[in-house]
């Protein structure tokens, strides 16, 4: 099962809107509502951000938000702040030989 | 607050076996309502699923590790554990373990990680 595919790299200025997108199959994002992202900053876990595809957690800003269209699923940052340069990484459930699989991962750069 | 706490070697001999723990705490791991699960993360690079137990012992394992990846889960310690036999540098990353809710199919709690380093 091969990564999902992502963006290496994305910036936006402060308070300017970006979206990172996440491309796959209809053997995983196009084929299920299972879609997640994570954001990890440097020396950290990851932390979930969004899951179902645009479901937030409790506790996370609703500057992040999520979709899926077709084989692609996307995470849009509004409103971007300093803080929220890290590297995101999505993924998804898939009917391939392993029942999960992760994105290769897109460093946000703020401005 | 569920918190996940990984220990274990952080340098391990090539050939040897890596064995790391994961105590839970905030939530029980006979929760039918989780996998429990481990990712790691070579140094610079993505994420990779390494496979998840159940609290009856079910296991799934990423295809590409499976003839060597056993997890384990002990329901009286609260813990589950990672064993990775035959190891080579290649396996140097650090380790998360995380909790999988079956439901959403997501990673919601992961904890800080540990990194092992597999060296002479």
């Known amino acids: 099962q091969s990564a999902l595919t992502q963006p290496a790299s994305v910036s936006g200025s402060p308070g300017q809107s970006i979206t990172i997108s996440c491309t796959g199959t209809?053997?995983?994002?196009?084929?299920?509502?299972?879609v997640s992202w994570y954001q990890q900053h440097p020396g950290k876990a990851p932390k979930l951000m969004i899951y179902?595809?645009?479901n937030r957690p409790s506790g996370v800003s609703n500057r992040f938000s999520g979709s899926k269209s077709g084989n692609t699923a996307s995470l849009t940052i509004s409103g971007l702040q300093a803080e929220d340069e890290a590297d995101y990484y999505c993924?998804?459930?898939?009917?391939?030989?392993?029942?999960?699989?992760f994105g290769t991962g897109t460093k946000v750069t703020v401005l | 607050q569920v918190q996940l706490q990984e220990s274990g070697p952080g340098l391990v001999k090539p050939s040897e076996t890596l064995s790391l723990t994961c105590t839970v705490s905030?939530?029980?791991?006979?929760?039918?309502?989780?996998?429990w699960s481990w990712i790691r993360q070579p140094p610079g690079e993505g994420l990779e699923w390494i496979g998840y137990?159940?609290?009856?012992?079910?296991?799934n394992y990423n295809p590409s590790l499976k003839s060597r990846v056993t997890i384990s889960v002990d329901t009286s310690k609260n813990q589950f554990s990672l064993r990775l036999s035959s190891v080579t540098a290649a396996d140097t990353a650090v380790y998360y373990c995380?909790?999988?809710?079956?439901?959403?199919?997501?990673?919601?709690?992961w904890g800080q990680g540990t990194l092992v380093t597999v060296s002479s």
């Open positions: 905030g939530g029980s791991v006979s929760s039918s309502s989780y996998y």
């Open positions: 209809s053997s995983d994002i196009g084929g299920y509502n299972y």
């Open positions: 993924s998804s459930y898939t009917s391939s030989s392993t029942p999960y699989v």
């Open positions: 995380a909790r999988f809710l079956r439901g959403s199919y997501t990673f919601d709690y």
């Open positions: 137990i159940y609290y009856s012992g079910s296991t």
């Open positions: 179902a595809v645009s």
